[in-house]
């Protein structure tokens, strides 16, 4: 049955954004709306203009028999701007010191349209990359990792500190804690990544960068590829940090536990993204 224009948009609208960065045929398209590919081609222009005017993303086309067309998400400068204002009114509350010096952030990772700024974010700067799967620490980095892979529509795996009996054979590595020299362990399924694969690292904290460089260690025993590193709040540490190519959003720097305060900037986020949607 030949499906009127207005529901086909909608539709398409839906269909292209429940799957970014698949390549979708424009046969496919015709099929599920028994229309002809030239109509087809005409709403893909409407929803391409659309996409790139409120800054959802772009629409990529690929020509030839194989070809068809790609949504990939993307963001403008100045959403981009507004978003990481808004995670950072948040994170800097002063109700968030906890004693020691440490921030709570467990409700933020729990907030979903917050983590949705955190994905949508990340995703824009890792847009032109060929990402495979996104990768993270459990646990609090879990709701961050998900937020990105549902933007670029990979999948997400989860190193953690010890081994499960769930997971199968596991991959382990010793690494040590950049801030507290600690020796820890890492764990990661045999199943979970695939070799060669290009790999977004990502978590919600980093000091020294401890951590993220013992995941990049992990993912060599793979013989996978770190695509790159995105962290959601990054502290100013004052030895070199173990990991120097990341993108962050927000960045501490100061914690004044009498005064009760928390001094909050952006990362390094507009240094190190330079395509933005016009």
Do not use: C, W
């Amino acid at each position: 049955m030949k499906v009127k224009r207005s529901e086909r948009l909608i539709d398409m609208t839906h269909y292209l954004t429940e799957h970014p960065r698949e390549l979708v045929s424009l046969t496919f398209f015709a099929d599920r709306y028994s229309s002809a590919k030239s109509s087809i081609s005409e709403d893909l222009v409407i929803v391409k203009e659309t996409f790139e005017a409120r800054g959802i993303g772009s629409l990529q086309t690929v020509p030839g028999a194989a070809g068809g067309v790609r949504f990939v998400p993307g963001i403008r400068r100045d959403q981009a701007e507004k978003a990481i204002s808004i995670l950072a009114s948040n994170v800097s509350a002063s109700d968030r010191l906890l004693p020691g010096g440490y921030l709570f952030m467990t409700d933020i990772l729990g907030d979903i349209h917050l983590m949705n700024h955190v994905g949508k974010l990340f995703a824009g700067a890792f847009a032109n990359e060929k990402i495979d799967l996104v990768m993270t620490v459990a646990t609090k980095g879990i709701g961050i990792a998900h937020a990105v892979a549902r933007y670029l529509g990979v999948p997400v795996v989860v190193a953690r500190r010890d081994s499960k009996v769930t997971e199968g054979s596991t991959v382990s590595i010793n690494y040590v804690s950049g801030s507290s020299k600690r020796i820890q362990t890492m764990v990661l399924s045999k199943r979970s990544v695939k070799q060669g694969a290009r790999v977004l690292i990502v978590d919600d904290f980093m000091k020294a960068g401890g951590t993220a460089a013992g995941m990049k260690n992990l993912l060599e025993e793979f013989s996978a590829t770190v695509a790159g590193i995105g962290i959601f709040v990054e502290s100013e540490h004052n030895e070199e940090k173990l990991v120097d190519d990341y993108i962050s959003l927000l960045r501490l720097t100061e914690v004044d536990e009498k005064g009760k305060s928390i001094k909050i900037e952006p990362g390094n986020y507009f240094d190190r993204v330079k395509t933005f949607l016009k």
